[in-house]
């Protein structure tokens, strides 16, 4: 059932109950004279940063109420409700006291609102338990926090990272963006090899021995998810000419679910055109044809593709991108034709609803890769990124070339990380070869994104190998090729991945 029907039947239902508190809800709030006022946003971000210097990371579940309800303050007074009768209880399929839990959540924030239901509920998920609703009081907060059927409760539209840039309500949809691009660049003939029909092999699929995987393998048959900025309509490698060369028989899908909006009662989509560039580079390196083009081919060069236009950037800062993150994830996790999942973006901590949208999707068998993270001048003092280091996600890096094992120049690393993919040049510092977001152009893109999509088309070449294998063992059998292996490294996991090894 999707959000509009869940709203209009909690309409009905509640059209008829009282705004009378019942004993639960009419324990005193008392709320300290210190702690009336909203924080500052300097103040909330300063609370943020000493919990990630201290252990780390960051979650709004330590927050003080005050600190809560001043990130909601500053974010549309607009919070996302987790809820259910566990922690994990967010499949509304598999919970049917859903509705129920809902509605009597519903009504404790009616009641210390003073607000109707109309007023009250932005929207509610129909896959997931969780619901975005506007709550402007900090007894509201404390209310709901005494319930039992609470997960969790998030500031949904608190923009850490652009108010850090200064930029606190500025939509982003823009080239310059966080990793964001147009740029194109003449390739170095020392960066590829050139392979029948007419295709560049980029220098970096050798050094985990693709060419090679190539003579068992080429994707046929699995289909990759992308979750990024979307792909290029200009780009025709990636559209009418996905099939070209020794590329044939497989299929290209588009789709947008981001709202470039900063009001989260905006839900009108801007498509499935990437508008950043970054999502283009990651579908080439993942599934670019084996083109007579003479451009770059990319990883599983027979598998299918479906690609999610998320966000604007690979930062999913704010309530439209998170949303958008979310439904990609649930779509691909609700579509059967999918095996593998890709997101090159990610953010400074967690985020409740996408991790109920990755559990999801790891619950119907999806194998999930994610970047460990690509260093911003905010993000430099963390380890593996969010989504990253969940342990229903794979988290990838990047690697320098060499006999060493050395991150790359912006590159994350910790223990989360689970393999490396070498995508920097150790004499020129040139990443990976990909096609441009302009047609018959070309680019390098690097990075733990680009590691990411590498290694997502690696599993693809496992799995079409095995179409009979479960997740755990395609991913098993690529732990097995790890250069690290049987042993695992507290900053590489297990290292770099050999996709001819994996794939015998």
Request: aromatic share 10%; net charge neutral; glycine share 8%.
């Amino acid at each position: 059932m999707n959000s509009k029907l869940f709203k209009l039947s909690l309409i009905c239902c509640f059209a008829v109950l009282s705004c009378s508190r019942n004993d639960s809800e009419t324990e005193p709030i008392v709320i300290e004279s210190a702690q009336k006022e909203p924080l500052t946003t300097s103040q909330v971000n300063n609370a943020i940063d000493e919990a990630l210097a201290a252990k780390g990371n960051f979650s709004w579940k330590e927050a003080s109420n005050q600190v809560l309800w001043s990130a909601a303050f500053h974010g549309n007074n607009l919070m996302t409700i987790g809820f259910g009768t566990s922690k994990s209880d967010f499949d509304r399929s598999k919970s049917p006291n859903n509705q129920m839990i809902q509605e009597e959540l519903l009504k404790i924030i009616m009641t210390y609102e003073e607000q109707p239901l109309q007023k009250i509920l932005v929207s509610a998920d129909g896959d997931l338990n969780l619901m975005n609703v506007i709550i402007t009081k900090q007894e509201t907060i404390i209310a709901l926090k005494r319930s039992k059927y609470i997960r969790y409760i998030e500031p949904a539209d608190y923009r850490y990272v652009a108010i850090k840039n200064g930029q606190m309500r500025a939509a982003a949809s823009s080239s310059s963006s966080s990793g964001c691009g147009y740029e194109t660049e003449v390739l170095n003939a020392t960066d590829y090899t050139t392979v029948t029909p007419n295709a560049k092999v980029p220098w970096t699929f050798y050094q985990h021995n693709i060419p090679n995987a190539w003579t068992l393998s080429t994707g046929r048959g699995v289909t990759i998810g992308i979750i990024d900025t979307g792909v290029s309509p200009s780009q025709t490698l990636l559209g009418s000419s996905f099939n070209t060369g020794d590329s044939s028989g497989r299929t290209a899908q588009k789709f947008g679910v981001y709202v470039d909006s900063i009001w989260p009662w905006s839900t009108t989509t801007d498509g499935p055109n990437d508008l950043c560039g970054h999502g283009t580079s990651m579908a080439s390196v993942a599934t670019a044809p084996r083109n007579n083009n003479g451009m770059p081919v990319g990883v599983a060069y027979n598998a299918n593709l479906i690609t999610y236009r998320a966000a604007s950037n690979v930062v999913i800062d704010g309530y439209q991108e998170q949303e958008g993150v979310k439904k990609a994830f649930v779509a691909l996790g609700n579509n059967n034709n999918v095996k593998i999942i890709s997101m090159s973006m990610g953010y400074v901590f967690s985020v409740g609803k996408i991790e109920d949208a990755i559990r999801l999707a790891y619950g119907k068998g999806k194998l999930i890769f994610c970047a460990a993270g690509t260093s911003t001048s905010f993000t430099t003092f963390v380890g593996v990124i969010f989504p990253a280091w969940m342990t229903e996600t794979v988290a990838v890096t990047g690697v320098k070339e060499g006999a060493a094992v050395v991150a790359c120049d912006d590159c994350h690393t910790g223990n989360k990380v689970d393999f490396t993919i070498v995508m920097q040049r150790a004499a020129t510092g040139k990443n990976v070869p990909v096609n441009s977001y302009y047609n018959a152009q070309t680019d390098y893109i690097g990075g733990s994104s680009v590691a990411t999509a590498t290694t997502a088309g690696i599993a693809a070449l496992v799995w079409s190998k095995n179409p009979t294998w479960t997740r755990e063992q395609v991913l098993t059998k690529m732990k097995q090729s790890g250069n690290f292996y049987p042993n695992r490294s507290s900053e590489y996991g297990y290292g770099n991945v050999n996709a001819f090894l994996a794939v015998q």
